[in-house]
């Protein structure tokens, strides 16, 4: 039996004595594809048979707060062009793409440095995509304004020489504390552009920021931080934890965080490790003043045969 929604979107697909096989939930869900038979238009059903040609027309079919899904099929492409090119503005969707290596559905976003993804509604989840930085000095590649985004498994990459992010995560815009409950997860982000600055970066108060099992491979950067937080801007709740990353810099700025003197700082910082090429003086993982929280576990080295030393110091 075949179970669909139309023309609201294909919702559940085969069910066997009632049950979906596909989904459990009440949301719609949409397909999206660059096969030769998609098509953004109101006739395309944006089912598994004809799916949509962009992942920003399929979000505008959604509704906010219905659960609705978004289902990205292997070796989809698109470019992606200006300000809010993606406007991911509906409360509540989740965006999977299907995909590993050269198949995982990427996206070239291009034309400018001021292209994005903007993120401006709450609850929303991006996983399993990659997106390629099509121009020099790309400022961002998603500007998150909302509470309680989620990136899983994303990848981001240079898509040529002088083509590259500078931070692919951006709060800029956001007021105090909107962008709140921020998950990034299972990320990479991989770079031989001398020009990158930090993976995410923070300008106003926020609280649980979580940055989890990243890896970063920015390795003719020479500032790269996990978090680059504009001065006595706040980080409550946050957890950074099993983050890697790697710069060839030697000038001593590699760090997890930046902005380390505001006192209400609070959360943990664990199991983090940096490689770096600063031979000359300690490899800070976070400037002095104290990060307030509890930070463990975390190891610094500049040679590369070596595992590395804590920082800060295991107390007595």
Excluded at 21 to 33: A, I, P
Excluded at 88 to 113: E, H, Y
Excluded at 130 to 154: I, K, P, Q
Excluded at 191 to 196: E, F, W
């Amino acid at each position: 039996m075949s179970i669909s929604k139309y023309p609201d979107g294909f919702s559940d697909g085969v069910a066997i004595l009632g049950m979906p096989v596909l989904n459990l939930y009440g949301g719609d869900v949409y397909w999206v594809s660059s096969d030769s038979g998609s098509a953004d238009s109101t006739g395309q059903k944006g089912d598994f048979d004809m799916p949509f040609a962009t992942i920003d027309y399929a979000i505008g079919r959604c509704k906010a707060n219905n659960g609705d899904q978004i289902f990205v099929k292997p070796r989809h492409s698109e470019t992606v062009t200006g300000v809010a090119g993606i406007a991911l503005d509906v409360a509540g969707v989740t965006i999977t793409g299907f995909g590993r290596g050269a198949s995982k559905p990427t996206i070239l976003m291009d034309g400018a440095a001021t292209v994005t993804a903007a993120v401006t509604a709450a609850n929303v989840v991006v996983k399993g995509l990659r997106f390629s930085a099509g121009h020099a000095d790309v400022a961002s590649c998603f500007v998150v304004t909302a509470a309680d985004f989620m990136l899983e498994d994303v990848d981001f990459i240079d898509n040529a020489a002088n083509e590259n992010w500078l931070s692919p995560v951006d709060t800029t815009g956001a007021a105090a504390e909107a962008a709140s409950g921020l998950s990034i997860t299972d990320c990479t982000w991989t770079s031989v552009d001398a020009g990158c600055l930090g993976f995410v970066k923070i300008v106003e108060d926020i609280s649980r920021i979580t940055v989890e099992r990243c890896v970063l491979n920015v390795d003719l950067a020479t500032n790269v931080r996990i978090l680059l937080v504009t001065a006595a801007k706040d980080q409550r709740g946050q957890l950074l934890i099993d983050n890697f990353i790697s710069s060839a810099n030697g000038n001593g700025v590699t760090s997890i965080s930046d902005n380390a003197t505001t006192t209400a700082n609070s959360g943990f910082v664990v199991r983090n490790r940096c490689k770096h090429l600063d031979t000359t003086t300690t490899h800070l993982l976070f400037p002095a003043g104290g990060i307030g929280a509890c930070t463990h576990d975390n190891q610094s080295t500049s040679v590369v045969t070596l595992q590395g030393f804590l920082l800060p110091v295991v107390d007595s």
